[in-house]
Every structure is written in structure tokens, then in C-alpha cells.
């Protein structure tokens, strides 16, 4: 404490790694500033690439290696491709740190992270993403749930290059109706579709688990927004919800990803904290 006994506290010190459209808005949320916390790094694979948007940053992070970021940061926000989740995480929750994780689909590969984390004291984070109702599954879970269902409407060319959709053969850039082109589990989805949806494997680990958390996945010309729809079944409630995600840069991700990631950040020194 100072003398006047206000609490001082060492800010967290963040590093991004991934500068697509989510790693961008954070970034930029960061270097403006976000109470407790400092940008320290970024890591990224091809740096000359991003040198044109670093440089409009009031304060330029370095840009390190992946495994070069434990040592100085205390939370790192993964905002890269699902096969590079292992070499992100691992380093901070071995050592007692943070990992927010946004390709939630790689954890279910990944399982031994959430072990690691575990036995030393680290912890890996979720945020709400495009979804809504997390808090209401998760409170759901300390019950009984009964069923959950999650139907996705994208368009076409937000499902364009899917593994699932290459290996089946299906053609969906000519189409003028809705076409569903995936009906499964969570954990199937996460394998077929590891860039658009997360938000399937998310709601399956607050709740039902991603073996019963059945899915249906649509591509629809007639929208132009990511569209979830999650219907919920438990002994303390009934609800449905649906988000209608408006696409960043990245047609396979929204808008309100970053926003998620950045509302989190904010919430770890604030004075009021809504939600659970």
C-alpha cells in the first residue's frame, strides 16, 4: 500500500500472439489502455507483414518467439490457428500463468493442457466469444442438464475450405437455399469445422460436455451474419438464445470475439464485476 493505504498493484503484463482481425483489436484495446494491464510482446510468424500496423501503436510491443513469451509476460491471449495451441499454452500454465484461449476447439485434442494447468496452478481461460448464455450454462451444469442443441447459420463463404466440407464433397458456393452440411457432436463439429466454431465447443465445456452436445451446422445465402441458435434443457431451467454475429475481416469470425476477449481483460480490476 501507498501511505495514503490505497492498494498498489503490479500491472499484468499480456502477450498476443496472432495478429488477424481478434489479435488486432486487442492489441490496439491494450496500448490504449486496459486497467492492471501492459502489453509486453506479440508474436506473429511473419513480422514484416504486421510492421505497417505495429507502428501506428502509441507504444510498439517487440515481437518475439512463442517460446520466449513465458518469461515475460503473465497472461497470453492465443489468436492463432488451433494447431499451434500446445506451444501457446503450455509454457504459461506450467508455470502458474494465464492462457486465453480462443481456438477452444484445439483443447479437445489438447486435453493434456487442462491437466498441466491443473497440477501447477495455472489456469486456462474461455472467454464468452460470440456467444451468449455461458453464465446461464454454466449455473445449468452445477444441476442436471438434459439436452443441448446448437444450430449455426453462416454463409456460404464463412464455411468456404472446412475440412468437413473438402472431404465430403459438398458444394456450397452455388447454392440459393439453406443447406445443412453438418449434424453431430461438438467434438465431431471441432474436428470438421476447427475455424468456425469454437463457440460449439465453448458452450459444450460449461455445460453438457462436447460428446452430447449435439450441433447442426447450415450454410445459408440468405444471411449475412454468423447465426447460433442454442436451445438448453435442466432441472433448474429451460432457455433458448440466439446471437446474430456481425463478420470481422475474417468471415469465419465476428466482430464480438475481440470485444469478448477485451471485456474480460477489463473485468480482472474492476470495481463492479457482472457475471459469474
Partial sequence: MNPLGDTIRTPARVAVVGLGPIGRKVVEALDRGIAGMVLVAVSVQNPDKHQPFLATLDSTP???PIDGLADIADIV???APSKMLPSIVAPFVSCGKTAIVLSAGGLLDNEHLIELARANGGQIVVPTGALIGLDAMTAAAEGEIHSVRMVTRKPPGGLAGAPYIVANNIDIQGIT????????SAREAAKGFPANINVAVALSLAGFGPDRTRVEIWADPTVTRNVHRVEVDSDSARFSMTIENIPSENPKTGRITAMSVIAYLRKQHAALRVGT
Fill in 62 to 64: 517487440p515481437i518475439l
Fill in 77 to 79: 491471449i492465443e489468436c
Fill in 177 to 184: 437455399e439453406p443447406l445443412r452440411v453438418f449434424e453431430g
